[in-house]
Structure formats: C-alpha cells, structure tokens
C-alpha cells in the first residue's frame, strides 16, 4: 500500500476505534508525523493518564505501552509490534531488587520507567531522566536503590550527593553505549559553533564534556538556548528536534545511533494494529495496581 492511502486508512480506523496514536521522540520520522501525542517517557505517561479514547496504539516499546496500560486499565492499549522491547529494561530483573533490599534493607527503590511492569512493582517510586534527579533529592533517605541504567544511576548520585546504588551493577542502553569521548572531540571540530547536548544515560565522561545533560524533553525545552546542536542521543531526535525547531541546526552525534526497538514499528504496524485490534497489552492485575502506585507516585512528585 502506497504511503499516502496507509495514511489514509490509519486515520479512517482510528476514527472508527475513537482510538489515538502515542510516539516517542525515537519513532521514525513518518511515525512521528501520524502521532496524536509524542513525547519522552514522562510526557507520554502524562498524557496517558488524560485521554478520553477508547484505544491507545503506542508507538514506543513495550514497558511504555505496559505503563498506558496499567494507567488506563479499562481501555485498550495495542503494542504495533512484538519486536518493539527494550534490551535495557530486560536486563533488570526482580530477583536484582530483592538482592539489594537484602543489603539495603531501608533504601528506597527509585526504578527508572525504562523497566517492566513485574519490576515496577517492587518500586517505590518511578522516575525519568527528565525527573529522577528532583524525585531523589525530594525522598528522605541518603541511599536509593535505582534500576537499571548505571549511567543514569552515577547522573544522580553526583547530582544529589546521595548514594545510589545501581541494580544491575551492568544496565545500559546499548544506544547511548555507542558515545565516547572520541566522539565528543570529533563533534567539536566538525561544527565548532555548536554545543552539545548529552542524554544522562551516556557514559559520565560523555557527559563531563557536554554543554547540556538533559532528557529529550529537556532538548526540546532547552533548544532555543542556542542557534546550534550535536544531539548525543537516538538519532531520530534530530527529526524531531528540526521539525519543532527549523530555524536551528541540529546534528547527530552518531549517524548509526538507532534503537533496534523502536524502529521495530512502522506505519504499516500501526495500520495492522488498528485494523486487527492487535496487540493488545495486558498487565496481572496484581501487578499493576503495585507498580500504579510507583507511578503515580512519580507523577505526584514530579
């Protein structure tokens, strides 16, 4: 089907569901284009929360789609495809929190909402990278168990100057991984007259040499800062980035920066999904009135 009669259709079955599509700032840029909502982590959860349509198609990965889900238990929230997870968020696993409770046992655990729902519920309080640092300075305890990304871990602790203690000792996104120093040097030389702005789930000494550490949505907020960028994230945050800023430059750090994950969903996944009711998340009950309480927790505080 041509692009523009998969348009068409999309929206003719969304009207149809009184359905509306979600996208994160990482989504193909056609993907990005189709989208209702989009946002990062935090802004997408928000607007969950606030929807009055009968279906959610999420164009994200999965743990996004499962936290829409448990948001709005009575409506229907449809993953476009099954390939669409997150090898950071699968790396935690919940056997990885009750070992640090063990050691830690009155440390509050701050699980970043890259994480499934069954580790949600072990959480007291979820947090983004737009948000974590303002959640663990607000909690009152100096130690914080935090899961899973390490980088993002080190981020607060030198933010806050508690202890964070990072489970598992090895998370990351394998993404933001991909920056080093050399590319910050690089970036440098090749567009002089631009600052940088870094992802706190880049490594410490990414972040040591950036202009900015900040959130895709903090990028977004922070943009008109300056006339030009090097964006030390997933690439497809250049597009979003120009489209919502024409009049700046925005260059990506790394042309090979991409998430396997998030390009797992196409326009054609998104028609499929709206077409065939497919496929509909579905989170234990048990499950997700624990990790609710994380969440809202993180709305409340942040």
Same mark, same amino acid.
């Given at each position: 089907?041509?692009?523009?009669?998969l348009?068409?259709?999309?929206?003719?079955?969304?009207?149809?569901?009184?359905a509306?599509i979600?996208?994160?700032?990482?989504?193909?840029p056609?993907?990005?284009?189709?989208?209702?909502?989009?946002?990062?982590?935090?802004?997408?959860?928000?607007k969950?929360?606030?929807?009055?349509?009968?279906?959610?198609?999420?164009?994200?990965?999965d743990?996004?789609?499962?936290?829409?889900?448990i948001?709005?238990?009575g409506?229907?929230?449809?993953?476009?495809?099954?390939r669409?997870?997150?090898?950071?968020?699968?790396?935690?696993?919940?056997?990885?929190?009750?070992?640090?409770?063990?050691? &830690? +046992?009155? #440390?509050?655990?701050?699980?970043?909402?890259?994480?499934?729902? /069954?580790?949600k519920?072990? =959480? !007291?309080?979820? %947090?983004?990278?737009?948000?974590?640092?303002?959640?663990?300075?607000?909690?009152?305890?100096?130690?914080?168990?935090?899961?899973?990304?390490?980088?993002?871990?080190?981020?607060?602790?030198?933010?806050?100057?508690?202890?964070?203690i990072?489970?598992?000792?090895?998370?990351?996104?394998?993404?933001?991984?991909?920056?080093?120093?050399e590319?910050?040097e690089?970036?440098?030389e090749? &567009? +002089?007259? #631009?600052?940088?702005?870094?992802?706190?789930?880049?490594?410490? /000494?990414?972040?040591?040499? =950036? !202009?900015?550490? %900040?959130?895709?949505?903090g990028?977004?907020?922070?943009?008109?800062?300056?006339?030009?960028?090097?964006v030390?994230t997933?690439?497809?945050?250049?597009?979003?980035?120009?489209?919502?800023?024409?009049?700046?430059?925005?260059?990506?750090?790394?042309?090979?920066?991409?998430?396997?994950?998030?390009?797992?969903?196409?326009l054609?996944?998104?028609y499929?999904?709206?077409?065939?009711?497919?496929?509909?998340?579905?989170?234990?009950?048990?499950?997700?009135?624990?990790?609710?309480?994380?969440?809202?927790?993180?709305?409340?505080?942040?």
């Amino acid at each position: 089907m041509k692009m523009e009669r998969l348009v068409e259709e999309i929206l003719r079955l969304k009207g149809e569901r009184n359905a509306i599509i979600m996208a994160h700032n990482y989504q193909l840029p056609e993907v990005q284009d189709i989208a209702d909502f989009l946002g990062d982590s935090l802004e997408l959860a928000r607007k969950a929360v606030k929807t009055d349509a009968d279906v959610i198609v999420f164009a994200g990965v999965d743990f996004m789609a499962e936290t829409a889900k448990i948001l709005n238990p009575g409506k229907t929230v449809l993953l476009p495809s099954r390939r669409a997870t997150c090898a950071m968020a699968n790396m935690l696993k919940v056997e990885h929190i009750l070992e640090a409770k063990e050691q &830690y +046992p009155d #440390a509050p655990v701050v699980l970043y909402v890259n994480t499934t729902a /069954e580790t949600k519920a072990y =959480a !007291d309080v979820t %947090v983004t990278s737009a948000n974590a640092v303002k959640i663990v300075e607000k909690l009152d305890s100096d130690v914080v168990i935090f899961g899973p990304d390490k980088n993002l871990a080190s981020y607060v602790a030198r933010q806050t100057g508690k202890k964070v203690i990072p489970v598992p000792e090895y998370g990351h996104c394998y993404v933001h991984r991909k920056f080093t120093v050399e590319d910050v040097e690089r970036a440098r030389e090749l &567009y +002089p007259n #631009a600052k940088l702005m870094v992802h706190p789930e880049c490594a410490p /000494e990414v972040q040591e040499r =950036a !202009d900015i550490i %900040v959130s895709t949505g903090g990028m977004i907020r922070r943009a008109p800062e300056h006339d030009e960028w090097v964006v030390f994230t997933e690439r497809e945050m250049v597009y979003r980035l120009q489209t919502l800023h024409p009049e700046i430059k925005f260059h990506p750090a790394k042309d090979d920066a991409t998430c396997i994950g998030m390009k797992a969903i196409t326009l054609n996944h998104i028609y499929e999904s709206l077409r065939d009711m497919k496929y509909a998340v579905e989170v234990p009950n048990e499950i997700a009135e624990k990790a609710r309480k994380a969440i809202e927790r993180m709305l409340e505080l942040s």
